[in-house]
């Protein structure tokens, strides 16, 4: 099992989700974040002139992935988030070492 | 003899200016990191209950009482002893004198609230009260003497200020940049971004001050007629300028934002405060356009020499209200108001030169005493926070509170 963790552009996060569910991958977590890669920060508009703001919005989506999908997975990320410009974002890939369903207590992919 | 209508407007007119110092607050706290937001709102709102007693004690008197050698007034009315339902047929025959006490007091109230956008971020909330409460009598009351009191030295001289260009804004903004020098720069200001926490908290405070400033112009008429209309239009037209000239300079540097369209209908209303009793529509334009532009740049200039006057209130109320004051001098017609004068386009320089007088003096006075006094009570009572205090935020060292 493999854990994929994607750091995409806020206005990206439905065309991921639609790709990923068509593809069978339902379940995700997002989370509202901050960051910045080599690019730093942008400059905004202040009352007169302008200032640098360090840290963009983005979003991070976290899905666990049955360890024969995981590159499928990453393709329709990677896909669905592109733009081709500075700012599409990065993704993680992480060993699982096991997933508990609370309800059931079952274990493993079955749980996901 | 009360005039009802008259009374009405006034009455009005005080709640639209009292309302100002609440959205002050709001303008003010967008502007601020999100960990001085209650701070920010609570320095404007804690002047609207402190001056309100001031003003009633003894700031009243002390304004609008029996002069003394054009400086200040008397003691007569400590305690709105002898302000009464009937009017003060010297400020305002056709209503109580009651009322011209209370849309007073709206002033006194917003004036020193004005000034706290030099120190947000870094104030000691307990210095701040003693700072104000003092700033309030030793500087706005006698300058609201001079310029409005009977007997007041720049009302005799001739000086006008319909609604407080001198009185509000030049004081006000000398007073920030010499607290701004005597208190120092936010903890490593320049050196990080300090982000806008919530602009439409700046952008809502800003068009209710927009609003109040119907009551603050067109109310200092004190009357219900067509002095008050007058200058409820040159106060729109003014500020409706200003906020399109701001827009227009900041898109043909990069973008039209609403943080500079707001901030410009601000520097046109501060501008054309003490001209609106006395201008023409067309005038009133002209004025905020020009103020815009001063103010605009007196704001990348202070920026650039590194001076921290957090909230631009010397940029734009004080540039804006030198402008305005000056600027009855060019512009102020006889026709629109036969109570007031010509200025220099009217055929009238001379008023030109007692208006240069009521500003510089006004600008000196509230400077150098506000410099003075921040400077004594810093050494007892101290101005500005530990900075473990200041890193943590004000809201929570200063108050024990938390925003959104």
């Known amino acids: ?112 | 003899m009360i005039n009802s209508g008259d009374t009405a407007w006034v009455l009005i007119s005080t709640a639209l200016v009292i309302l100002m110092t609440p959205a002050l607050g709001f303008f003010y706290a967008g502007l601020v990191r999100k960990k001085n937001v209650l701070s920010t709102i609570m320095l404007s709102v804690a002047l609207l209950a402190l001056i309100s007693l001031q003003w009633a004690f003894f700031g009243y008197s002390l304004a609008f009482g029996a002069d003394r050698g054009g400086l200040i007034g008397g003691l007569n009315w400590l305690g709105l002893n002898g302000v009464g339902q009937a009017p003060n047929a010297a400020y305002a025959p056709t209503i109580p004198h009651l009322a011209f006490m209370v849309f007073q007091l709206a002033f006194a109230v917003i004036t020193p609230a004005l000034i706290t956008g030099a120190f947000v971020e870094r104030i000691n909330f307990s210095g701040f009260l003693v700072f104000t409460f003092l700033w309030a009598t030793f500087i706005y009351d006698p300058l609201a003497h001079w310029v409005w009191g009977v007997g007041g030295w720049l009302r005799t001289l001739g000086a006008l200020d319909f609604a407080g260009g001198a009185v509000v804004h030049i004081s006000a903004g000398l007073a920030a940049l010499a607290v701004a020098l005597v208190i120092g720069k936010r903890k490593d200001y320049g050196k990080i971004p300090m982000e806008p926490s919530n602009i439409p908290f700046t952008v809502l405070g800003a068009f209710l001050l927009w609003f109040g400033w119907f009551g603050f112009n067109g109310g200092s008429a004190l009357s219900s007629g067509g002095l008050a209309a007058s200058a409820l239009v040159a106060t729109n037209l003014a500020g409706a300028a200003a906020a399109i000239t701001w827009m227009v300079i900041s898109w043909i540097h990069k973008r039209p934002n609403l943080l500079g369209l707001a901030t410009g209908g601000i520097a046109g209303l501060a501008a054309v405060t003490p001209a609106s009793g006395f201008i023409s529509p067309l005038s009133a334009m002209a004025i905020g356009m020009v103020a815009a532009i001063f103010c605009y740049y007196m704001i990348i200039f202070r920026v650039r020499v590194g001076l921290d006057e957090s909230l631009d209130v010397f940029a734009c109320h004080g540039i804006g209200g030198l402008w305005g004051v000056l600027a009855v001098g060019l512009f102020a017609e006889k026709a629109v108001n036969a109570a007031g004068a010509d200025g220099l386009f009217f055929g009238n320089p001379g008023q030109l030169g007692a208006q240069l007088i009521m500003a510089a003096s006004v600008a000196l006075f509230s400077f150098i005493a506000t410099y003075i006094l921040a400077k004594v009570v810093d050494a007892i009572f101290v101005l500005r926070v530990k900075k473990n205090e200041e890193e943590i935020g004000l809201d929570i060292s200063q108050h024990g509170e938390t925003v959104y």
């Open chain 1, 1 to 112: 099992m493999k854990k994929i963790e994607a750091i995409i552009r806020i206005e990206k996060l439905d065309e991921v989700r639609v790709a990923l569910e068509k593809e069978g991958f339902v379940g995700m977590t997002v989370t509202e974040i901050k960051g910045r890669g080599s690019q730093k920060g942008v400059m905004l508009e202040w009352r007169a002139g302008e200032y640098r703001v360090e840290f963009l919005p983005k979003l991070k989506i976290e899905l666990v992935v049955n360890g024969d999908r995981t590159e499928a997975a990453i393709r329709i990320i990677a896909e669905a988030a592109r733009t081709g410009a500075i700012g599409d974002g990065k993704i993680f890939i992480y060993p699982v070492e096991d997933v508990v369903r609370i309800r059931t207590g079952e274990r493993g992919i079955e749980a996901v």
